[in-house]
């Protein structure tokens, strides 16, 4: 089982950025990709940015240019970068992890209990 932790989120004025980190713990063999989707109330959960273990990303439209994943493969965490925040990048912010608890176990996907990001003047 593995364990995701988010911090970062609150409330900031549009234009400002914020980091989110996700720190994954547990029964990790590899983590093969992790990410960050949003849920914005009213809306279906969406992706934000994802990054694979070779380090391949991938981002939604909304926010190609204004926020940026990385990782530190080490600590198993990941951070979101958001720039020039918009009123609609309003949502809780949700930690995604795809991992293998061993080398021959299935694929297991896992969530974090999500972070509130509100961009609002």
């Known amino acids: 089982q593995v364990q995701l932790v988010e911090s970062g989120g609150g409330l900031v004025q549009p234009g400002r950025s914020l980091r989110l980190t996700c720190a994954a713990s547990?029964?990790?063999?590899?983590?093969?990709?992790m990410g960050w989707y949003r849920q914005a109330p009213g809306k279906q959960r969406e992706l934000v940015a994802a990054?694979?273990?070779?380090?391949?990303?991938n981002y939604a439209d909304s926010v190609k240019g204004r926020f940026t994943i990385s990782r530190d493969a080490a600590k198993n965490t990941i951070y979101l970068q958001m720039n020039s925040l918009k009123p609609e990048d309003t949502a809780v912010y949700y930690c995604n992890a795809e991992s293998k608890a061993g080398p021959y176990t299935p694929r297991e996907n896992s969530w974090g209990q999500g972070t509130q990001v509100t961009v609002s003047s």
């Open positions: 990054v694979t273990s070779g380090g391949t990303t």
């Open positions: 547990g029964s990790i063999f590899i983590i093969t990709s």
